[in-house]
C-alpha cells in the first residue's frame, strides 16, 4: 500500500531554516507540499514532476525549495528565511497529474502532516 510519512518539522525563530522530508513508497507523476493554519483553508506552497517541473506559490518563492530523491524515495522541502506566517501543518501529498500543480484537488495521496512553528 502506497504511503507517504513526512519527518522534520518543529519551532524555528523568525529567520531560521528547516528542511522537511516525505518518504514515499509508489511512484506518482507529481509531489507536492502543502501546509494548513488554524482556521485557513489548505495551500499549495510547492510541487515537482517526475520530470523536475517545479512550481512555488508567491508567498514562498526564492525561500523555499522542493527537490525529490528517487533513489532514496524521498522528498524533500527546504525551507529558509521562514516567517511567523509560514507556521502550519505541512503535508506531503502525491498525484498522477502530468504538470507541477498545487491544486488539493490534483492529489490523491497524503502524509498525516508535521508542524512547523515559527516564533518572532
Known sequence: QEQLVESGGGAVRTGGSLSLSCTFSGNKFCMGWFRQAPGKEREGVA???????TSY???VKGRFTISKDNAKKTLY??????KPEDAAQYYCAAGDTVYASRRADDFN?????????VSS
Not at 47 to 53: E, L, V
Not at 109 to 117: A, E, I, K, M
Request: proline share 0%; charged share 10%.
Open 57 to 59: 506559490a508567491d508567498s
Open 47 to 53: 510541487s515537482i514532476t517526475n520530470r523536475g517541473i
Open 109 to 117: 495521496l497524503w502524509g498525516q502532516g508535521t508542524q512547523v512553528t
Open 77 to 82: 522541502l527546504q525551507m529558509s528565511t521562514l
